[in-house]
């Protein structure tokens, strides 16, 4: 723990520079989601191309995540903090002024890892500069920042591509992350201690590998089948690349990334709780606009519109997730957060293109809702069911993880969208879009109740008492 003494006033100005800057970074998560369509028909690509300007965004985040911990106890504060500020600015420089894709998507992957670097970072620093008996109240506004910010994102990009064009949205983010820059270089202190550790660049490689080739191969489902090369070798670097760096983890006496962690029964099941909920949440995120736009043929601004009134309530009941967690524990919380989200996507599988989207609208809001309530929840109580020295470790896994799940589910959810659609254009003649989102949201509904499942047999009653 750095010996740093900090006023009241620096504390602040740090955490609000913390807040903002990781605010800005979030949004862009999933902004793209509602810009899609534009960006794929300007890029001249195929939707299955352009979801990776999201998934590949959740990809180097999550093989940047478990680096920062590495990092921030080698590299002093300040400097590792606006280095990875200018990393993510330089991301939206060339994504604003990208005229191909290949250039676009290395934008993205640079902004994914500064995002990765600060949302790290955020979180250690903020339990470090709080004294115990304020941690809890910084860490509730933190998570809203963070929670909130990428399910309002898509509302607003939406409105914005439609008014000024989808590359504003990252020459807004740019003139929000140069004054955090400025603001970081001013207030922020040398606030952690710093020691010599070597870098394990073998286990490093490994991720990598594991976590790429995995979310490669999947990803390249929808545009090249399942039994193509690209899907298939990538897979199996993945699937190699996972278990090497599984068996190094287990057999070095400091590993990259703690694994033993997951022999924690509630730790485990908060992990892929969180990575389900992911698998949903970012997949939808992505269908959602594409329903909106590509199959009823309406506006960025209506599709943004859409998603509204449930990234407002979202964002007015995110900061008392924890509340209500602290009240009646996280089973109840679990179980009604899945089972809200299952029905929500049961739901959809009912519509048709001659609904009203307003019908979709108050579907989204249920969806949110559960959303918000599992996922902070969900993190808060995995950190508390495990060790006090490996909670870094703990946090970095199951962020990671999640992160992963939710690439894969952009992936997953957008191919069966395009496949379901194209072998039923025959039958279905019009339709054929419409059938694609209604199967979609239908395997959604099977991976919800998955989740229910995991709550209903993964928590127990002891659960429901508040952990200290």
């Not at 890892?113 to 903020?126: D, E, F, K, P, W």
């Amino acid at each position: 723990m750095s010996k740093i003494v900090l006023t009241e006033k620096k504390r602040m100005l740090i955490f609000v520079n913390v807040v903002i800057s990781c605010i800005a970074c979030s949004m862009l998560a999933t902004a793209l989601s509602t810009a899609l369509p534009p960006i794929v028909r300007d890029m001249n690509i195929s939707v299955t191309t352009g979801q990776w300007l999201t998934s590949g965004y959740s990809l180097m985040m999550a093989i940047t995540m478990p680096l920062t911990a590495f990092l921030v106890n080698r590299f002093p504060t300040k400097r590792l903090y606006c280095t990875a500020i200018m990393i993510f600015s330089i991301g939206l420089v060339i994504c604003a002024v990208a005229p191909s894709f290949p250039l676009m998507m290395t934008g993205r992957l640079l902004q994914a890892a500064g995002n990765g670097m600060l949302t790290s970072m955020a979180q250690v620093i903020t339990l470090t500069i709080f004294p115990a008996e304020k941690r809890g109240t910084a860490m509730g506004w933190y998570g809203m920042s963070v929670g909130a910010a990428p399910i309002i994102a898509p509302t607003i990009a939406g409105i914005m591509v439609d008014l000024v064009g989808w590359r504003m949205i990252f020459i807004a983010s740019l003139v929000i992350m140069i004054i955090a820059f400025i603001y970081a270089i001013i207030v922020f202190e040398d606030v952690l201690d710093n020691v010599k550790k070597k870098f394990d660049v073998i286990s490093f490689v490994m991720s990598a590998l594991a976590f790429g080739g995995v979310t490669l191969g999947i990803g390249n489902i929808g545009s090249c089948g399942f039994t193509d090369i690209q899907v298939i070798l990538p897979l199996i670097i993945g699937i190699i690349g996972s278990g090497l760096f599984v068996y190094r983890q287990l057999h070095m006496d400091e590993p990259f990334l703690e694994l033993r962690t997951l022999s924690n029964k509630d730790y485990a099941v908060s992990v892929i709780g969180s990575m389900l909920l992911y698998f949903i949440m970012m997949g939808s995120s992505i269908v959602l606009p594409l329903y909106a736009q590509q199959t009823l043929g309406l506006s960025a601004t209506i599709s943004a519109l859409m998603m509204l009134p449930g990234s407002a309530l979202s964002a007015v009941i995110s900061p008392y997730a924890g509340k209500i967690y602290d009240k009646i524990g996280i089973r109840s919380l679990f179980i009604s957060g899945s089972v809200g989200l299952t029905i929500s996507n049961a739901l959809m599988i009912f519509i048709n293109a001659d609904m009203s989207v307003w019908i979709a609208a108050v579907i989204n809001i249920v969806r949110n809702v559960s959303i918000t309530c599992l996922m902070m929840p969900l993190v808060t109580w995995g950190a508390s069911t495990v060790e006090k020295e490996l909670t870094a470790h703990a946090t970095a896994l199951l962020t990671s993880l999640r992160t992963i799940a939710g690439a894969i589910g952009s992936a997953v959810f957008v191919a069966i969208m395009t496949m379901v659609a194209d072998n039923s254009l025959e039958k279905y003649g019009a339709n054929a879009s419409m059938h694609g989102v209604n199967m979609t949201f239908l395997a959604m509904t099977i991976t919800g109740i998955i989740l229910i499942l995991l709550a209903l047999l993964g928590t127990s009653r002891k659960s429901e008492v508040k952990k200290v």
